[in-house]
């Protein structure tokens, strides 16, 4: 059972974090073209840092990590990075976002970390033009060839697809036939406001039951009971081997049972996504903090958790949200 429990009874015990801001791809709902200002290295946490803090929450309750970027397999020393946390007897499941364009030649060596049990591929497109448009990069082939050998590894394949108007709204019921034969889970994400996204063309943006009711328009599908802590609502099609799913990221209907904390690439500790970020870990370790006082500091920041993600949003101090998922850790 975790010690870290937030004013509403929520217990913690799933971290996210990044480990850079960089990323070889540039998303067009994630940065602009000409990418952001990148953090210099100095200024990133280091691997041993970053091994320091998960220890420490795990010691705490922490059992799962999800590792994510910009793009994790940029930074130089991740597999190694990996490999240290396995040793870590406190943790359970390691899991990994990637976009899928570097990780092909690591494949067999993360099978053999038993604890790396899950890896989310982003890709937004199954026409190779539309996925380059979207990505500004040539990259289809190589993140293509990653999604086949990782629905053949032994690892578990879900499929993140953030679903955008006027772009890739009509793949949607493309990308549930890859459930047919396939053993993935596809999932489709609310696009969200970042990266500047004004208010008109969040409105426009599909929401969940939007997305919902293009699914059932083609498939009859069964929603399947997920964990209690789940980010997305989940269903099954009969006769088909995988699942799908639908990220309510924007509209925020999953908070209740929220058990996450975020830590960006420069040590920002975030109890939600939507918020400004609530310390810096990365100063108060490189100033002497002990681990005593690293946990003191959790126990304590986990209590600011808010209820949901529209009060984080305005309790932001510094405007409205206009980061890059690159910079905040996707």
């Known amino acids: 059972m975790s010690k870290l429990i937030d004013s509403f009874g929520r217990q913690i015990n799933y971290v996210r974090l990044a480990v850079t801001d960089r990323c070889n791809l540039r998303c067009q709902y994630c940065m602009p073209a000409h990418g952001i200002e ?52 406190l943790l359970e499941d390691i899991n990994i976002t990637t976009n899928g364009a570097l ?30 448009e979207i990505t500004r990069r ?46 993935i889970a596809v999932r489709f994400i609310e696009e969200m406001p970042f990266n500047g996204k004004g208010q008109r063309e969040m409105q426009e943006a599909w929401n969940y039951n939007k997305i919902l009711n293009e699914i059932k328009s083609e498939f009859d599908i069964t929603e399947i009971q997920s964990e209690k802590s789940s980010t997305s ?17 924007f509209t925020r209907t999953i908070c209740g ?8 690439s420069i040590g920002t500790f975030k109890n939600c996504l939507f918020d400004d970020g609530v310390f810096n870990l990365r100063d ?29 949003e305005a309790n932001r101090t510094k405007g409205n949200v206009s980061e890059s998922m690159s910079t905040i850790g996707g």
Do not use: W
């Open 257 to 264: 049972d929220c058990n996450r904390i975020r830590i960006t």
């Open 38 to 89: 990148i953090v210099p290295r100095e200024e990133l946490l280091t691997y041993k840092e970053m091994y320091r803090v998960i220890r420490v929450l795990t010691e705490l309750g922490v059992n799962k990590i999800r590792l994510t970027g910009g793009e994790p397999f940029v930074r130089k020393g991740f597999v190694d990075f990996l490999e240290m946390l396995s040793f870590n007897d």
């Open 284 to 312: 108060f370790i490189r100033n002497g903090a002990s681990n005593d006082d690293l946990k003191e500091l959790f126990l304590s920041l986990v209590k600011e958790k808010p209820e949901n993600g529209f009060i984080a």
């Open 138 to 183: 040539n990259a289809f082939d190589a993140v293509f060839r990653t999604m086949e050998a990782l629905e053949k590894s032994s690892m578990n394949l879900k499929l993140n697809v953030v679903v955008q108007s006027g772009m890739n709204t009509n793949e949607i019921t493309d990308f549930v036939r890859l459930t047919k034969d396939k053993d």
């Open 103 to 132: 990780i092909y030649k690591h494949i067999e060596t993360l099978e053999n970390l038993k604890k790396v049990k899950n890896i989310n591929l982003s890709i937004d497109s199954l026409q190779a033009d539309k996925f380059n």
């Open 233 to 249: 609502r989940n269903f099954s099609i009969e006769n088909h081997k995988g699942s799908v799913g639908i990220i309510p990221a």
